[in-house]
């Protein structure tokens, strides 16, 4: 059976690899440790197709230790302790690299039986990761491994990988290649970041544009076969999150156009539930009471959005995203509840002030008879000065008015009824 052209074309040395200069540029750190020859405990983390396997496989590949592979999605602990046995013969001798691919899918129990091996050294073990590591991988390991992080690939780096593979389809195949204006281009664009999905890209032009004596890829046959590969999404994983995170900051930081960028992200994988839930968080969290009504109108455009379903939900949760993105912003509700809540953690649940108290009698044991409620309906500006905090924390104040024209104006409103100045 044939191997996908992605394995066939794999680099054999840093040099041939696309991207990652920050970690593989001559004088580079990752480079550096390679080239030292004294290879430690790593792991490497990135999306999908950014090059993780690749260089873990060439640093195996030029190390006089025995190469061990496993992949987590397979591995038993039987695997593991078999390759632990393997440091007590002739060929572990110089001792045994372990590439682990998917080290996230192992659990916990495997994870650890792999530490006392890799702290004293008879393994060495390199990891990948398309999760974060932080999350999802054993403290104790991570704290014996050194974490480098993988990038998306330019889509400048990745055409030269695509350029190549053409090139060695046709050659394969003793076809003239004729590739149409734009074809590297668009499939470079539209992987995302993953060399490896645009490579496979390739793979399904070159196949489905032979003729005789040539094979020719049109613009068409390239925008057909890429579809929505550029779409770089995990509802479970790290893109996730990120988007979400990215449509938030990018909200609060009243950028409408990049909070309009990250919702489309979401609508376009079908996420409409996490987007849905997260402006309802950010109509409170991030504009608040410098726009009240913002809660409730978001929570409109929610609605409409659930019912309608896609594609015309896009409308009401697009209308939703502009008003947050451009309306004034305030975070003193969050501060002030936040606040709230770390005092009840530090002092408890205080005894309440008797005047507050649901009581409609005194005991005999009461050393104060009567309750003493002002009602503040019964004064002017319906406002009567009283304790409210239990006494113990009766002075703490927990609510700063924010900037913004509405709580301004209503700390003028009470500064003035309370006589504040």
Not at 122 to 148: D, K, Q, W
Not at 361 to 369: P, Y
């Amino acid at each position: 059976m044939t191997a996908p052209l992605a394995d066939r074309i794999r680099p054999r040395t840093l040099d041939d690899v696309v991207g990652q200069p920050h970690l593989l540029a001559t004088g580079k750190p990752l480079r550096r440790i390679i080239e030292s020859g004294r290879i430690p405990n790593m792991i490497f983390y990135g999306s999908s197709g950014v090059g993780k396997t690749t260089v873990a496989r060439i640093i195996a590949e030029n190390t006089n230790m025995k190469l061990c592979k496993l992949n987590g999605t397979s591995a038993s602990v039987q695997d593991i302790k078999d390759i632990i046995a393997d440091t007590d013969s002739l060929e572990g001798y110089n001792g045994i690299l372990l590439y682990l691919d998917e080290i996230q899918y192992l659990n916990k129990k495997q994870q650890q039986s792999l530490l006392e091996h890799i702290e004293n050294g008879r393994i060495t073990l390199i990891s990948s990761t398309t999760e974060n590591p932080y999350f999802y991988v054993y403290n104790a390991i991570i704290s014996r491994s050194t974490v480098f992080e993988f990038l998306p690939v330019s889509p400048e780096e990745t055409a030269k990988a695509i350029r190549r593979a053409f090139n060695i389809e046709a050659e394969e195949f003793g076809l003239k290649l004729v590739l149409e204006d734009g074809v590297v281009e668009h499939i470079a664009r539209g992987c995302g970041g993953d060399v490896r999905k645009s490579i496979n890209t390739v793979e399904l032009c070159a196949l489905s544009s032979q003729t005789e004596d040539e094979m020719r890829v049109t613009l068409e046959t390239a925008k057909l076969l890429t579809q929505r590969s550029n779409m770089r999404y995990d509802r479970a994983g790290d893109e996730h999150y990120d988007t979400l995170s990215a449509l938030q900051k990018s909200i609060r930081g009243s950028d409408e156009n990049a909070a309009l960028h990250y919702a489309a992200r979401l609508l376009e994988n079908g996420d409409i539930i996490s987007l849905c839930r997260r402006l309802l968080v950010i109509a409170a969290e991030d504009i608040g009471l410098a726009y009240p009504m913002a809660i409730p109108i978001v929570k409109a455009c929610v609605d409409s959005a659930l019912q309608l379903g896609m594609p015309e939900a896009r409308l009401p949760l697009g209308d939703a995203v502009i008003l947050l993105a451009t309306a004034p912003k305030s975070n003193s509700g969050i501060m002030a509840v936040d606040a709230a809540m770390a005092d009840l953690k530090e002092h408890g649940s205080a005894p309440f002030p008797r005047q507050l108290q649901n009581k409609h009698f005194d005991g005999e044991g009461a050393a104060v008879k009567g309750q003493h409620y002002l009602y503040p309906h019964s004064f002017p500006n319906h406002w009567v000065e009283q304790q409210y905090l239990p006494d113990e924390i009766k002075d703490h104040v927990y609510y700063e008015y924010g900037e913004n024209k509405t709580e301004q104006s209503a700390k003028a409103y009470w500064d003035s009824i309370k006589k504040k100045k």
